[in-house]
């Protein structure tokens, strides 16, 4: 527009319509505008406040799948100096007869991992992978065994005092792992939900001292089917 025509329209319209013409007319596309009013903020609300509290645990979540692993050392606190089949070949004879919990070993798997030596082609601990997971400053050993049922056990290893300590086991039917900063994400299989995975992040607890599932997440990993469209309902004329 013309830079004169808002002060001919001044001297003819009162005050009022002249501000509101001279910032509708002279507005510009890139100018803010508004977007309307803000809707109220909603706070979280509590639901049953007067439930009781929770009686704590007998031990500290974690504790449990902490272990100091016997007869291994690691010297200058160096993981990679250290043989990741000796490592869980070490656990096994430590607990040979442990099927379940942090220990537990499939006991087909525990033969294989006793026989790496002589039958290497057929030994079920995975390459290892190093990461600094407690940011201490020092790599952790990352170690992966294949399983029945396709499923992996994961765990890691943190050298402490001369030795190694085992911060996390799990068990479960992988998708695959990811190193991410300071995280351990695991992607396992949805049971029972297809279309779906649950994603778990790993992380390092300093109070626990060990890893744990500090998020979790169902995550959708194929899109959704387009649903059918029923057929249009037939006219009496169809039939004649």
């Given at each position: 527009?013309?830079?004169?025509?808002?002060?001919?329209?001044?001297?003819?319209l009162p005050g009022?319509?002249?501000?509101?013409?001279?910032?509708?007319?002279?507005g510009?596309a890139?100018?803010l505008?508004?977007?309307?009013?803000?809707?109220t903020a909603?706070?979280?609300?509590?639901?049953?406040?007067?439930?009781p509290?929770v009686?704590?645990?007998?031990?500290?979540?974690?504790?449990?799948?902490?272990a100091?692993?016997?007869g291994?050392?690691?010297?200058?606190?160096?993981v990679h100096?250290?043989d990741?089949?000796?490592?869980v070949?070490?656990?096994?004879?430590a607990?040979?007869?442990?099927?379940?919990?942090?220990?537990?070993?499939?006991?087909?798997t525990a033969?294989?991992?006793?026989?790496c030596?002589s039958?290497p082609?057929r030994?079920p601990?995975?390459?290892?992978?190093?990461r600094?997971?407690?940011?201490?400053?020092?790599?952790?050993l990352?170690v992966?065994?294949?399983?029945?049922d396709?499923?992996t056990?994961?765990?890691?290893?943190?050298?402490e005092?001369?030795?190694?300590?085992?911060?996390?086991?799990?068990?479960?039917?992988?998708?695959g792992?990811?190193?991410?900063g300071?995280?351990?994400?695991v992607r396992?299989v949805?049971?029972g939900?297809?279309?779906?995975?649950?994603?778990?992040?790993?992380s390092?607890?300093?109070q626990?001292?060990?890893?744990?599932?500090?998020?979790?997440?169902i995550?959708?990993?194929?899109p959704?089917?387009?649903?059918?469209?029923?057929p249009?309902p037939?006219?009496?004329?169809?039939?004649a």
């Open positions: 527009m013309s830079p004169h025509r808002p002060a001919v329209y001044a001297a003819l009022t319509a002249v501000a509101a013409l001279l910032l509708a007319g002279c510009d890139g100018e505008r508004s977007a309307g009013p803000t809707p909603v706070g979280p609300v509590r639901l049953w406040p007067d439930l509290p009686t704590a645990p007998p031990y500290d979540y974690g504790e449990s799948d902490t100091r692993v016997p291994i050392e690691a010297p200058g606190g160096d100096r250290v990741p089949v000796a490592v070949q070490a656990e096994v004879a607990h040979p007869d442990a099927y379940s919990g942090p220990d537990g070993m499939y006991e087909e033969g294989r991992i006793r026989a030596g039958e082609g030994c601990v995975l390459k290892p992978y190093y600094d997971l407690t940011g201490d400053g020092r790599d952790e990352v992966g065994i294949r399983m029945p396709q499923q056990g994961l765990r890691v290893y943190m050298p005092k001369g030795g190694l300590t085992r911060i996390m086991s799990t068990v479960d039917q992988v998708v792992v990811q190193l991410a300071k995280d351990l994400v396992v949805s049971a939900i297809p279309g779906y995975e649950y994603r778990t992040a790993w390092w607890d300093a626990q001292r060990a890893m744990l599932p500090t998020r979790d997440e995550v959708r990993v194929k959704v089917p387009p649903k059918r469209s029923s249009p037939a006219s009496p004329s169809d039939g």
